[in-house]
């Protein structure tokens, strides 16, 4: 079955600098797909940027970026040059690549707040 | 950008009641997801539709729970009856094709507060 594990509940950090996301998966798929959402105040959820397990390169998406390290079933997320506005919670995700199931499960969400 | 809309925002109903949570997905989607979330905590499956069929269920979806699409209207959640354990937020979303690789696109949440 899949699982996705956030071990961070919370994070301050303080606004231009970096932070990094930690998230780990257990899957027995060869093929999969991982994903970072964040839900700001407002409860709105957001999509930020996705990673495919056969890709060897990290997804970059404007300040966002990943840290995929398969053999350890890991995928961080780093958000550079942090900005007030990227307080939220962000959640990590997963959808195998099997026909099987549709379905994305969701880590437990790690709360950034960025400070002046 | 593609919208997904939930309404009512907010319900208040009582213990033993029926609710139905309204959403309207994407036009053009075709996959349609239920995820209810505690406390704005971990955001748990509890359905997957497709095609006028659930594709999906996890053990959250109770017998007391449905979902539909009728005539390509509002895809809906009905609880029926509800129990005080039902408080939450729950999230609608949608997908174009349902492939491994594609985003969701996620409603604003109905709050649901059984009394």
């Known amino acids: 079955a899949q699982k996705v594990t956030q071990t961070q509940t919370s994070i301050s950090v303080v606004e231009k600098t970096t932070v990094t996301m930690d998230c780990v998966y257990e899957t027995r798929d060869s093929s999969y797909f991982l994903f970072w959402y964040k839900q700001t105040a407002s409860g709105e959820i957001v999509f930020l940027i996705r990673?495919?397990?056969?890709?060897?390169e990290n997804a970059t998406v404007g300040h966002y970026s990943l840290n995929f390290q398969k053999p350890k079933s890991s995928i961080g997320l780093i958000i550079t040059a942090t900005q007030i506005e990227d307080s939220a919670v962000y959640f990590c995700a997963m959808r195998e690549g099997s026909a099987n199931t549709n379905k994305v499960v969701f880590g437990t969400g790690t709360r950034l707040q960025v400070l002046p | 950008g593609p919208k997904v809309l939930q309404i009512p925002s907010h319900q208040i109903i009582d213990m033993g009641q029926m609710v139905t949570l309204n959403c309207d997905p994407v036009?053009?989607?075709?996959?349609f997801y239920w995820y209810k979330q505690i406390l704005g905590q971990q955001m748990e499956f509890l359905v997957n539709?497709?095609?006028?069929?659930?594709?999906?269920k996890s053990k959250l979806f109770k017998d007391q729970f449905s979902v539909e699409r009728p005539d390509g209207s509002y895809f809906t959640l009905k609880i029926q009856p509800t129990a005080l354990e039902d408080s939450a937020v729950y999230f609608c979303?949608?997908?174009?094709?349902?492939?491994?690789?594609?985003?969701?696109?996620f409603g604003h949440g109905t709050k649901l507060s059984v009394l």
């Open positions: 990673q495919d397990s056969y890709k060897k």
């Open positions: 036009s053009n989607h075709l996959y």
């Open positions: 539709f497709y095609n006028g069929k659930v594709m999906e």
């Open positions: 979303a949608s997908s174009a094709q349902g492939a491994s690789n594609e985003r969701l696109f």
